[in-house]
């Protein structure tokens, strides 16, 4: 299989050079586009996965244990899970009624937390906002909030097992 390029036409060598220059400009900028589109699409898949971090600060086996945390949520309880990490500001997207949702901005100290209704009922809001000033608030001075993640995350589960298996707070 051989290969032809197009051959580019022109009135002089002048125009020649021109237009092999415009289409080179063309094929560049269709190449810059698919690549910016393509950013986009990894993007958003990243923002809808399991969890997201774009401060790049988690390590492989924390978000391994994220994704294993989200794995057991939904294979125990029927529930999805999203974490994101964020380096500023952040919005909470659409949540459906089975989606914890544990939001972090650690560099200006902003922290959400969404409990479906079912588990927001067994855990309680005292639960939520225990969590979050105890565990997250003073890890992000600390800069120790990967690890507090996945102790939160151990706690929820917990708890959650325990009220599965019929057990009270108090019987811990």
Not at 16 to 31: D, E, G, P, T
Not at 67 to 86: H, P
Not at 133 to 139: T, V
């Amino acid at each position: 299989m051989r290969i032809t390029i197009p051959k580019v036409h022109g009135e002089s060598p002048k125009e020649k050079a021109i237009r092999s220059i415009a289409l080179l400009l063309v094929f560049a900028a269709v190449i810059w586009a698919f690549t910016k589109n393509n950013e986009r699409v990894v993007e958003r898949l990243n923002q809808e996965a399991a969890v997201y971090d774009e401060t790049k600060t988690l390590d492989k086996a924390q978000k391994k244990f994220i994704i294993s945390f989200t794995r057991s949520l939904k294979s125990e309880f029927g529930m999805d899970s999203k974490i994101q990490i964020y380096g500023g500001d952040f919005v909470v997207p659409d949540l459906d009624s089975k989606t914890l949702y544990i939001g972090l901005a650690p560099a200006i100290d902003v922290v959400e937390i969404r409990f479906p209704p079912m588990m927001r009922q067994a855990l309680g809001d005292d639960f939520i906002k225990q969590i979050t000033e105890e565990n997250f608030l003073p890890s992000f001075k600390y800069n120790d909030w990967p690890q507090e993640i996945q102790v939160v995350l151990v706690r929820i589960y917990d708890k959650l097992t325990q009220l599965n298996e019929g057990k009270t707070p108090v019987e811990q």
